[in-house]
């Protein structure tokens, strides 16, 4: 996934998005806005940089993805890149602004985790 980003900046970026998680489920679109504003910061392409961000999440397993449904909140099935690809073909659909319309994200424990650790440091 290429990006304008270093690896610091993504790490930071992350981090804040997981830190966002902490309190409560987010909609995709925070991680659309974290994605933007890394873009208005460092460069590149908000669709390229919400992939890295949101495909490093998962695949590192300190997030998932799904809707918000009768019992709550839903994680989707599958492997990180099958929920990434699922995420941004919703995003897509709903022309990259879904207004709370889209997919929500929730930190896992280890996010949590990491979040809380950065948190107090």
Known sequence: ?????????RERILLEI???CLDDWIPV???IGYAEEAVEEYGGQPPAVFRALLGTLLERALVTVGD?????YEPWDGTASEVL??????C????WDPRLAGPWVA???EG?????????S
């Open 1 to 9: 996934m290429a990006t304008d980003l270093n690896p610091e900046h």
């Open 18 to 20: 997981l830190t966002d």
């Open 29 to 31: 679109d925070r991680v």
């Open 68 to 72: 918000i449904g009768d019992s709550g």
């Open 85 to 90: 690809e699922r995420t941004v073909n919703a």
């Open 92 to 95: 897509e659909e709903l022309g």
């Open 107 to 109: 930190s896992t424990p």
């Open 112 to 120: 949590d985790r990491l979040a809380e650790a950065h948190a107090s």
